[in-house]
């Protein structure tokens, strides 16, 4: 049983919405910071936003500050990633993953990983 599950990829318009959610199973993940990150063919791994465990702090790089939202419910162990106004440039496998910090994570410092979910944006 993998410890975190994205779903909601899939292929959208550009101007188009997605909404991905992350599941933790195996753990509470009410003590975990959470985080998304992408990575497009040939790039690096790129942080995009972060929610602290109470869900009262995010955090957005500025490449997605304004268009995608993070959230969390901590009754259903998910976190989601909103997404509005794609761009083509957007197109990745979205990744999340957890650690613990109380205000957030950025990526060396998390303790689970998911697989991936591939959001194409393409007309």
């Known amino acids: 049983q993998l410890p975190l599950v994205e779903s909601g990829g899939g292929l959208v318009q550009p101007g188009g919405s997605l909404r991905l959610s992350c599941v933790a199973s195996g753990f509470n993940l009410d003590y975990y910071a959470v985080a998304w990150f992408r990575r497009a063919p040939g790039k690096e791994r790129e942080f995009l936003a972060t929610?602290?465990?109470?869900?009262?702090?995010?955090y957005y790089a500025d490449s997605v500050k304004g268009r995608f939202t993070i959230s969390r419910d901590n009754a259903k162990n998910t976190v989601y990633l909103q997404m509005n106004s794609l761009k083509p440039e957007d197109a990745a496998v979205y990744y999340c993953a957890a650690g613990r910090s109380s205000t957030g994570v950025a990526g060396s410092e998390c303790d689970y990983w998911g697989q991936g979910t591939q959001v194409t944006v393409s007309s």
């Open positions: 929610i602290s465990r109470s869900g009262g702090s995010t």
